[in-house]
């Protein structure tokens, strides 16, 4: 498995991305390409993939793979472009998207988009050490801290340019999905800057999401937009569906922050391991590998006739976040319940298979690298000599 993962990041999935996905023209990346580069879709430049492909360079610099600075580079020309081109200098925070020269396009500002772009700039910031990459992460937070944070509650998640939050629920609610991505950002800006105040808000933020945001009863995440004050309110309309990627990512996410911190795992055992046990109850195919898109809290995916057949789908950001959740519950326990599936995970998504693409081992809609390489990251880190003799 890590001499697979390590040939597919060495030999496919970095070098097709450093070869057709940067922007040389405008700076930033351009994503929509086929397999020979070419450009097939639109060019406009969003925030959450031009972070996540900051993110993915400056990531596979730090574990070794760039040995002669090259994807270091593009992650730091990546990272000018969204302080340069995204950042509003006058209301701070990044705005959502520009055209593919950087005029502004969708001055909006978001949660989310400001989560990956804190979590971009930290981990070129460990990569490399750049004193100016630190200095962004710490000021963007700060700006998110001061226009965004709910108190105990968590944050809100979206507003106009200048910050003031957006009419209706989507302007007072809470998702779980947003969440957990500042779980992540703030794990590797705690990782850096080792200030108690990040590490506070990281440990808040990760009490908040596994005691509001998962589903006590039966153990999933809860995917639907909740209240301010994290109620959750199902509608008799439609089937409550539950996302199983979003369960592995919290799972494993969760216990990393944690570990970053320093603080007692156990603490979390039951909730972590929870869900990764509902996603490989419910969601999980036992014969061929691979988890469904989406399907009920209780009952498998397979079996609900009354969902659209889109949910059993097997997307490929769902195969690599379950890909690492089953790596950590099967490190974390010994026991032989994750290894099979694990095994059979890693067979369906098989970087030496004939499904792996570097283009399809991505985030689907906005066609970035992120999920998949980091999930390849995982293995070989995870799987390395030295981890497994500790």
């Not at 498995?1 to 990041?9: H, K």
């Not at 419910?282 to 659209?308: E, K, N, S």
Request: net charge positive; glycine share 10%; with cysteine.
């Amino acid at each position: 498995m890590r001499r697979e993962a390590d040939a597919a990041l060495r030999d496919l999935v970095l070098p097709f991305w450093a070869a057709h996905g940067c922007d040389e023209a405008h700076g930033g990346f351009v994503l929509a390409v086929d397999a020979d580069g070419r450009t097939t879709g639109a060019i406009d430049k969003h925030l959450v993939p031009q972070a996540r492909m900051v993110w993915t360079f400056a990531a596979a610099h730090r574990h070794g793979i760039d040995r002669d600075g090259r994807y270091a580079d593009l992650a730091r020309r990546g990272a000018r472009f969204l302080v340069d081109r995204m950042w509003d200098a006058r209301h701070g925070g990044f705005v959502t998207a520009v055209a593919r020269d950087g005029a502004a396009l969708h001055p909006d500002k978001r949660t989310y988009g400001q989560a990956f772009a804190i979590y971009a700039l930290a981990e070129l910031a460990l990569a490399t050490g750049d004193a100016w990459a630190r200095g962004w992460a710490e000021r963007a937070v700060d700006v998110l801290v001061e226009r965004a944070e709910d108190g105990a509650l968590g944050f809100f998640e979206r507003f106009d340019r200048e910050w003031r939050p957006i009419a209706g629920p989507a302007g007072q609610g809470k998702t779980v999905n947003v969440h957990l991505h500042l779980v992540e950002a703030l794990t590797p800006l705690v990782a850096l800057t080792r200030s108690p105040a990040h590490a506070a808000r990281l440990r808040a933020l990760v009490a908040l999401v596994l005691e509001r945001g998962v589903d006590a009863r039966w153990r999933c995440t809860i995917d639907d937009l909740l209240t301010r004050d994290w109620t959750w309110r199902p509608g008799w309309r439609r089937p409550v569906v539950v996302s199983y990627g979003h369960a592995a990512e919290l799972a494993w996410l969760a216990r990393l922050a944690i570990d970053v911190l320093g603080d007692p795992a156990e603490d979390i055992r039951g909730i972590v391991l929870g869900l990764v046990d509902h996603a490989l109850r419910y969601g999980f195919d036992p014969v061929g590998g691979g988890i469904a898109t989406f399907g009920p809290p209780i009952g498998a995916a397979r079996r609900a006739w009354y969902l659209p057949r889109s949910s059993r789908a097997k997307r490929w950001w769902e195969q690599a976040e379950m890909l690492v959740a089953l790596l950590m519950a099967d490190e974390w326990t010994g026991d032989p319940r994750y290894r099979v599936p694990l095994l059979r995970q890693f067979a369906w998504v098989r970087p030496a298979g004939p499904r792996f693409d570097p283009r399809t081992w991505g985030s689907h809609d906005w066609g970035d690298p992120y999920h998949g390489v980091r999930a390849l990251i995982e293995v070989s880190r995870r799987l390395a000599p030295a981890m497994l003799s500790a």
